[in-house]
């Protein structure tokens, strides 16, 4: 029962994909173009960003992250978690184990969802993109207010999870609970 | 293409000095990383599918028609909702909410736009729950939806 409930959203996708090239074939084709496109870069930048993940965890102690990123470290913290954000031009999709890992370790949601923010919207090589296409001034305007609200975003969400991660990467041998526990009584 | 290289330059310092220093670290630290990946394979299958269909459908095309045509407050919120659910990369998608500005596209509706298209993942939305959770994924996508209006309102307001 689990099993299918894991696998139902690709069975929904599936049969949207057979629909699809029923009701219209050339954009089926479109469709099953893009997603092997999507496909090879994911085959590709996954594994290796899985094995990094899994090396921080090993190697990063707890007490570094939560000195640089945790509950602690207020501005410095705040301008650590924008600058990963906006240097790296990876796809955002490996931005989410990436701060799903370093909140396991203590990171700051808001701090997260500064890095999340800035991964997204903020990164420079981005930015030039945006500046060429839309110009200097839409794109200096857009950065100030995105990041203004991406700061008032991560205050929101700090006060709703307070004490409450749902995060994958744990310690084996150590649920996911016990450690929500830990983390609710540290703080 | 640069970013796969940095990626695995980077890997393979990382894992060259774990080895080194020390095997049962290394070996754990793998294995950590394959129990995730069969984790949360569904969802990242679930994204492959919901890039592709919604790519497929909404083609950049279908896209610069229905922004293009709609102007005004409804505009503005179709641009929004057409940014949320679609993930297209950013040398597509800047090139696009270009040409549509300087086609008499309003600079809210082409800031909404660009804004949810990089702050509202709904097509990604399958592997932010998977790593960090449905409560989180929910409250950061809907906070930015709303942000996004906002930006683009004063944006139009200074631009």
Redesign the interface.
Known sequence: MKTIK??L??II??L??IA?AIWDPE??????????D??KE?I????????????L???IPKDKIRSWLGAGSGVKGALISVLLGTL???P??IA??M??SL?GKGAK?SNM?LF??AW??LKIP?LV??M???GP??TA??FT??LI?LV??GQ??ER??TGR?????EQ?GESVGQKTKQMGTKR | MITTIIIYTLLAGCLIASWVMSREKTIKASKMALKVLVKTMPSLLAVLGLVGLTLGILSPQTISSLIGTEAGPLGTIIAAVLGAITLIPSLVAFPLAGSLLRAGASVMTISAFVTTLVMVGVVTAPMEIAYLGRRFTLLRNLLSFAAAFLIALLMGVIL
């Open positions: 894991r696998y959203p690709i996708i599936g949207a994909f699809l954009k089926a084709d479109a469709s099953l173009t893009v997603s092997r999507y496909l994911m590709l930048i996954i594994p290796p960003v899985f094995l990094l993940m899994g090396l965890e090993v190697w790296p031009t990876g955002l999709y989410f184990p701060a799903a909140l949601v969802i999340l923010g997204a919207a981005q993109v945006e060429k296409f839309l001034e839409f305007v857009r207010l995105t609200v008032i975003i929101i969400m709703a999870f991660h749902e995060v994958l990467w084996p």
